[in-house]
Every structure is written in structure tokens, then in C-alpha cells.
């Protein structure tokens, strides 16, 4: 275990120890709350400023959690999908994404609705060339 985590680079660390620990706090506190040992039977209040009285450990431990689960899947993105949903054309940041995945011709046009559309890995490439050339890409291209 500690060979897989010293494996992974610095930003990788930061995502995952915030996963881990935001979510062993809040399975914890959800087997606490399950046991009946939650914090509502104590009769014990501090005043604080209403500032303050959103930071709780159960919203602080979520947002740890969701930082380190969300921060480390959107690090290492949607490679090898089996479904792209894209609008035609695409926008001009993804457009050397969406060149690159259906150059790769492992991806097939599914489904079109108004701007969108729908490729799968594996569906027939007949329509390919037609998406390549609305995304700007000039004459015609070797699909693999």
C-alpha cells in the first residue's frame, strides 16, 4: 500500500489523502449517527458568530472528501471512455481532443440531436470524416 501511494506524484498525494481522511471522517461520524452516538443528545452549546456555525466537521470532512475524490478523477481525466458526448463543431479548446479521438477510429457516431453528438467505441466510422472536416480539419484523414 504505501509502494502505490509513494508511486504517485505530489498533486496525486494531496487528492488522495484529503479523499481518504475527508471520507474516514464521515464514515465515522455516519456509524456514530447509525449507533445512535451523534452529537444532538449533548447539551453542550458555544456561542459563535453565524459565520462560523456553517463549519461543521461533517461540512468541512465533505468538502475534503470531494476535493480529494473529484481533484484526482479530473487529474487524470476521461481517457479511454466508452462514450463521448460533443457538440459540433466543438468549442475551440476541444478541438485537439476531439481531432485526436476520432482520428484514433475506435469511435463511431451513435446519436445526433441539434449540436450534439454521441460517439461510442466500436460503432461503425462511416460518419467520421464528416465530423473531422466540421472541426477543421483539412481534407481527408487516415483513420486507423
Known amino acids: ?5 509513494a508511486s504517485h506524484n505530489g498533486i496525486e498525494q494531496l487528492f488522495l489523502l484529503s479523499g481518504i ?3 474516514m471522517i464521515l464514515l465515522f461520524r455516519f456509524i ?4 445512535g452516538i451523534d452529537h444532538h443528545g449533548t447539551d453542550i452549546h458555544l456561542d459563535s458568530d453565524a459565520g462560523f456555525q456553517a463549519l461543521t466537521i461533517q461540512g468541512v470532512s465533505s468538502f475534503f472528501a470531494m476535493f480529494g475524490v473529484v481533484g484526482y478523477t479530473l487529474y487524470h481525466g476521461a481517457y479511454d471512455a466508452d462514450y463521448i458526448l460533443a457538440r459540433s463543431p466543438p468549442e475551440s479548446r476541444d478541438v485537439d481532443n476531439y481531432i485526436a479521438a476520432l482520428r484514433s477510429g475506435a469511435y463511431g457516431v451513435v446519436a445526433e440531436k441539434g449540436v450534439f453528438v454521441l460517439f461510442r467505441r466500436g460503432a461503425p466510422t462511416d460518419k467520421v470524416q464528416l465530423y473531422l472536416r466540421e472541426a477543421g480539419a483539412a481534407g ?5
Open 21 to 23: 481522511v475527508g471520507g
Open 140 to 144: 481527408e484523414l487516415p483513420i486507423k
Open 1 to 5: 500500500m504505501i509502494e502505490w501511494f
Open 32 to 35: 456514530l449517527m447509525i449507533a
